[in-house]
């Protein structure tokens, strides 16, 4: 089993910036080896919509949602276990609720609880 917990959300003004953690625990193989780990938002009105993630196929690649890319950084911990968006120049259509997301080797997938955001002046 894994566990992922989410911090680092809150409120923040416009054109501010957050900074998310996504601390994996539980079966470290699983933590090591997936397929998979990223980021995910989701507001009252929409599906999950992903932002960010790692596929570690084909020696890695990195996608970002085009509405993001060129705001949000992604660091990665693989010492750790976690994954850190940096999040900049933060815009009202940001608020939502950002959830981690793992896919293990296996395809078991993973989700953390949630951390709200909420960009607002």
């Known amino acids: 089993q894994v566990q992922l917990v989410e911090s680092g959300g809150g409120p923040v003004q416009p054109g501010g910036s957050l900074k998310l953690s996504c601390v994996g625990s539980?079966?470290?193989?699983?933590?090591?080896?997936?397929?998979?780990m990223g980021w995910y938002r989701q507001t009252p009105d929409s599906e999950h919509e992903l932002i960010a993630g790692f596929f570690t196929a084909n020696g890695g690649t990195t996608h970002y949602h085009d509405s993001i890319k060129d705001r949000f950084t992604d660091s990665r911990d693989g010492a750790r276990n976690t994954i850190n968006p940096q999040m900049n120049d933060l815009k009202s259509v940001d608020t939502a609720v950002y959830f981690c997301n793992l896919i293990a080797a296996n395809e078991t997938e993973y989700w953390g609880r949630g951390t709200q955001v909420t960009v607002s002046s």
């Open positions: 539980g079966n470290t193989f699983t933590l090591k080896a997936y397929n998979f």
